[in-house]
């Protein structure tokens, strides 16, 4: 007899991971070009390692408080409200948490009660639709526009609106197009929030990788810091991947609703990790600074290539991720690009792994060398100027 039985409904209808199914055929392919999983190919700088390795070897292995230590969210505090130009009390208004994605999952879960509906913006990172529908709650993504530089349209978020949303997830700059948003626009939707009494979720796990214009916090803007929860983390910009350390920040009243759902959960970060995340904000700056320079020299590169073989490519403002467009070639996002895989041993991502509106495109990263940036969109060109086999 099947164990499927066993299996709650709303996780036997949630999908996979378009992402993760398609590399784990990459994985099986000797020698294939990667522009797919959103890393950075930097190592972690050396003084955030040691930071690390001193600590193990000062024997801090142990548990810390279920928020973080205390060093690590007075320095997020500084940090946050330097960059980001909002002030949040280390003590009762920082969460540290294993990584962005946990943090996100833990609002969720102490916000959204069952049938609450969640707005969104797409094409979006994987998983905020399964994450909301895993707190039993409705996702409803709002399409983005390729001739809008995938910037969220507030009146098309507002004409989404409808009875029985409580929160909107926002997400600048964006995985996988990059988009970004000007000031007008979010204060036009920081009204709607609160017109409308939403809860704002805003991961700005990007925001170091702005390469135009100033990056704006929704949480900065009036009426917004005591609705909006504040996400962000080490992976990106300090290239901190596999160290799993993030952060909220937001109201008291929210943070120990979601410290709730983390100590039963989690219990609390990885002490070495929170150890690197302190040096990263005290003296990494210069390192993020010349991470940055590398990733605009490559993203002007290769948004230049797309563009030269008739893949038309907005320049993405921030992350590193490009979007192109394959409508050209008449393909599916998926067909596209497993056939190139299959002729050239180079992997992107479809579109349609960050929902329906990514069809037509496909996602690649531009956290690569530049010599293998180089060697993948002579590929690339190759496959769209032989006329694009179909894969088997």
């Not at 040096?279 to 990733?295: C, I, T």
Request: glycine share 6%.
């Amino acid at each position: 007899m099947s164990s499927q039985r066993f299996i709650a409904r709303h996780v036997t209808g949630l999908p996979r991971s378009g992402i993760r199914d398609f590399f784990a055929i990459v994985s099986q392919m000797k020698d294939a070009i990667s522009l797919g999983i959103g890393e950075p190919d930097f190592v972690t700088p050396w003084h955030i390692r040691e930071a690390a390795i001193y600590a193990l070897e000062q024997g801090k292995t142990s548990y810390t408080d279920n928020k973080g230590l205390i060093q690590l969210r007075r320095e997020i505090a500084t940090y946050v409200e330097d960059f980001f130009s909002v002030s949040y009390k280390p003590d009762t208004e920082v969460l540290v948490s294993v990584g962005v994605s946990e943090a996100l999952d833990i609002a969720l879960r102490a916000v959204l009660n069952p049938g609450d509906k969640v707005l969104y913006h797409e094409p979006c990172y994987v998983s905020y639709s399964p994450s909301v529908a895993l707190a039993h709650a409705v996702p409803i993504g709002v399409p983005t526009k390729a001739e809008d530089a995938f910037a969220l349209d507030p009146d098309a978020l507002i004409a989404a609106w409808e009875p029985g949303v409580k929160a909107l997830i926002l997400n600048f700059p964006t995985n996988p197009t990059g988009g970004t948003i000007d000031r007008p626009k979010l204060e036009k939707i920081a009204k709607f929030a609160v017109d409308k009494d939403l809860l704002v979720l805003s991961d700005e796990i990007y925001a170091e990788l702005t390469y135009e214009g100033e990056h704006v916090s929704i949480a900065s803007l009036p009426g917004m810091r005591e609705r909006t929860i504040f996400l962000h983390g080490f992976s990106k910009a300090f290239a901190m991947t596999g160290f799993r350390v993030g952060f909220a920040c937001s109201t008291p009243e929210l943070i120990e609703a979601m410290m709730k759902v983390h100590q039963y959960a989690m219990m609390c970060a990885p002490i070495l990790s929170q150890e690197a995340a302190i040096e990263a904000l005290r003296n990494g700056a210069e390192s993020v600074a010349k991470m940055r320079e590398q990733y605009h020299r490559r993203r002007d590169f290769i948004c230049r290539r797309f563009n030269e073989m008739g893949l038309t490519c907005h320049v993405p403002r921030g992350t590193f991720y490009s979007f192109p467009s394959i409508a050209s070639t008449g393909m599916k996002s998926i067909d596209f690009c497993k056939a190139l895989l299959e002729a050239e041993k180079v992997a992107i991502v479809p579109g349609t792994a960050f929902g329906p509106s990514g069809e037509g495109f496909v996602r690649a990263s531009f956290s690569n060398s530049y010599e293998q940036l180089i060697r993948a969109t002579d590929a690339i060109e190759r496959f769209v100027q032989q006329g694009i086999p179909v894969a088997k």
